[in-house]
Structures are given as C-alpha cells and as structure tokens.
C-alpha cells in the first residue's frame, strides 16, 4: 500500500539553529507533493507544493524542500528556526498511482526554544 | 482563517448513537474532503466530493456516509458510534479537486465518543 513516512515525530531546537525534517514516500510514478504546517490553535495551511520542475522549491516563512526523485523524498529545510516556527508539520503525497488521494504522513511535532 | 468553516466544535455523544457533522468550503471552492484525524491513525483520507458527486474514496467506514448538497456544503454522518471512532473530523477545500491544488482546511469537529 502507498504509504509517506516522517522519520521525526517530535523536534526540538534552539532559535537559530538550521532545521530539516524527513519525508519518504512509496508511489511510483508522477507525484504531487505538499507540507502542511498546523501552528497551535490554527487549521492546517501549505507551506508549499512541488509537482513538477525545479525541484528545490520554496515556500512561505522561509520554508523550502527539495523533491528527490530517486530517493522517493521530500524534505523540508529551513536555515534558521525561530520560536513562532514551533508547530506541527505534516507531509502529503498524491500521485496517479494512488488514484489521486492525498495521504498524509503522521506528522513532525517542531518545539523551538526561545 | 481558511474560509471553511465547520460544525460544530466539539461533539459528545455515546456509543450506538449517530452524528452529523457540517462543512462550508470557500466560497468559490467546488470540491470537499474530509480527513479523520486519530492519534494512532494520523490523518486519514476518508472521501471527496466535487460539485456534489463524490471523486474519491478513503478509508470511509460504511457505517460513515457523507454528500455535497447544491449550495456546496457538505455533511458527514457517522452512525452506530463506537470508542475508536472519537478522533478529530476535518474538512478541506479547493477551487475544483485537481490533484495539484492546494486543500483549505478548516478548524475540525472533535467528537469524543463515550
């Protein structure tokens, strides 16, 4: 079955420090992929998307990920983390494969110490 | 604020019974999803609709229904209640279901069956 996985399921960092959080998929195929983040309190909103490309792709916040096809990965990075980074964060994939659903990995918990 | 509001909060209810949860996508948006969201399951695809058809089909239980109405929202309907079923219930939508598009969540429904 297709399936995402987040090595990482809780992170904690110092503000300042350069974050990277994992994401592998299993579709074969062409992918559409997205990170979501869940500040505390708020909805799920994207962070940003990557189907086709440059495959370095940034988003908003100073977020970027890049897709790697041959590693079926797609791992967010950010340079410097901030305290008001500290949220959830969620990978997602849809691909033909999959008929087009968008399964989500189980989340990465992000703590960012002030 | 996503502009998808969902109905109600919160929901207590006991095993057996049955509920009905409510999704107002944007206004514009056409297509709807809805995604259970439990602690050992992560967040679950369960279905999509568009324009009041369904598209797509997740993990829905058949003892889960759900429709798109002609004014766009949606509900969902969960009956003969049981314990594993208390997760948090969240609506999505997008401008016209395509695969590349970004979802818009809403805030969820936590229903907590007892």
């Known amino acids: 079955a297709q399936s995402v996985s987040q090595h990482n399921h809780h992170v904690i960092l110092s503000e300042a420090a350069s974050l990277e959080l994992g994401c592998n998929y299993s579709y074969g195929g062409t992918v559409n992929l997205f990170w979501y983040v869940q500040y505390p309190g708020q909805h799920l909103q994207l962070l940003l998307k990557?189907?086709?490309?440059?495959?370095l792709v940034k988003g908003i916040k100073g977020f970027e990920a890049e897709f790697i096809k041959s590693k079926f990965s797609f791992n967010l990075r950010k340079p410097s983390v901030q305290w008001s980074d500290t949220a959830e964060y969620f990978c997602a994939v849809n691909a033909r494969a999959g008929g087009f659903k968008t399964i989500f990995g189980a989340g990465t918990r992000l703590f960012v110490k002030a | 604020d996503s502009g998808v509001t969902q109905t109600p909060k919160h929901l207590i209810t006991a095993t057996g019974q049955r509920v009905t949860l409510r999704c107002s996508p944007r206004?514009?948006?056409?297509?709807v999803y809805w995604y259970q969201q439990s602690l050992d399951q992560g967040l679950q695809f369960l279905i999509q609709?568009?324009?009041?058809?369904?598209?797509a089909k997740g993990n829905i239980l058949e003892r889960f229904s759900a429709q798109q109405f002609p004014d766009l929202h949606s509900e969902l309907n969960l009956s003969s209640l049981e314990l594993g079923d208390s997760a948090l219930y969240f609506c999505a939508s997008s401008a016209s279901g395509e695969p590349k598009e970004t979802q818009y969540f809403g805030p969820g429904t936590r229903l907590l069956v007892l």
């Open positions: 609709y568009y324009n009041g058809e369904e598209r």
């Open positions: 990557y189907f086709s490309g440059d495959p």
């Open positions: 206004s514009g948006d056409l297509s």
